[in-house]
């Protein structure tokens, strides 16, 4: 079992680089094609930051293990939200703001939308469609708001491209080729290490693969945002973490099995329909309590999700 975590954590440390690589060059790709920054912004840094979560749950359905495809995305999301705001909260407060609340509702309709999908499942192609017409939906809303937004607020499309994640207006053609070459290349790679490894595990543990996919595979794709947001509270910029979370959950939720569906058909596990799916739901609600209120995320607060994830992690392995 010892080489199936090497391979676990090989995996994982590619699809982190590789992930980071493919954001980098296909943000200055598509500055270099004259695509506008906020376009960059809701769709291409969105779509690659989600790449390794996408090529995971696309390699565990190729690999007939469908069932860790939809943990990994019902566990991300629940430990998006109470792990990777829960930690930064231990450093320094995060601050919840009001105008989150479309977001919120978005991501709270997202969520149900995605149960009741689930309910009538197994996920197939046109489950699938139904949730790219979703994601459709949400990134041209995006699109609306964040331009109506720019323009009152008359910002310059030069300070987005210098603000956009992974922008360098000075790099070379052949480093925007590196960098697609070498995420092109690696996600399958770190993938394949991940799903193979995992697979392992669970055999070895007597475990079903969905549990593996909730706790071992979430955790350790959510570590690249673990490890954003407690940069930023370290740095006193934890503002963005809750706005990072949603767009992440609401990705995972419509994008990644909306793809992965329509790859092979993903069969709902009954257990997942019994509790799992209502503990990603009952995180996600929570949520509602700090965006109402406007209050900001403190060490009490921090303590108690961390609390709850480790319950529902002990509950899962009882």
Do not use: C
């Amino acid at each position: 079992m010892f080489l199936d975590f090497v391979m676990i954590a090989a995996g994982l440390v590619i699809l982190v680089l590789a992930g980071d690589a493919l954001v980098k060059g296909a943000v200055n790709l598509s500055l270099r094609l004259g695509v506008p920054a906020l376009i960059v912004g809701l769709t291409v840094v969105a779509f690659g930051t989600s790449a390794p979560e996408l090529l995971v749950s696309v390699e565990a359905v190729l690999g007939n293990a469908p069932a860790l495809a939809l943990g990994n995305v019902v566990g991300s999301n629940t430990a998006n939200i109470l792990l990777v705001l829960g930690v930064p909260a231990l450093i320094t407060a995060v601050p919840v703001s009001r105008d989150l609340m479309h977001d919120f509702i978005v991501m709270m309709a997202a969520t149900f939308a995605f149960i009741l999908l689930a309910f009538l499942g197994p996920f197939g192609w046109p489950h699938g469609l139904v949730l790219l017409l979703g994601l459709t939906l949400m990134l041209w809303n995006s699109y609306a708001r964040a331009k109506s937004h720019r323009l009152s607020a008359q910002l310059l499309v030069d300070d987005e491209t210098l603000e956009l994640e992974g922008a360098d207006p000075g790099m070379s053609g052949i480093r925007i080729a590196l960098y697609l070459a070498a995420g092109i290349a690696g996600l399958p790679l770190g993938a394949h290490l991940l799903v193979g490894g995992a697979v392992n595990v669970a055999t070895a543990l007597g475990v079903s693969e969905a549990v593996i996919g909730l706790t071992l595979v979430a955790l350790g794709t959510s570590l690249p945002e673990l490890a954003t947001t407690v940069a930023a509270a370290l740095r006193r910029e934890a503002g963005v973490a809750l706005g990072n979370v949603i767009g992440s959950n609401l990705f995972n939720l419509l994008g990644i099995i909306g793809i992965a569906s329509l790859i092979g058909p993903i069969p709902v596990p009954f257990e997942m329909l019994r509790m799992d799916l209502w503990v990603m739901a009952g995180s996600s609600a929570l949520l509602g309590i700090f965006v109402l209120s406007g209050r900001s995320i403190g060490k009490p607060a921090g303590l108690v999700l961390i609390a709850l994830y480790l319950l529902y992690v002990i509950q899962l392995f009882h």
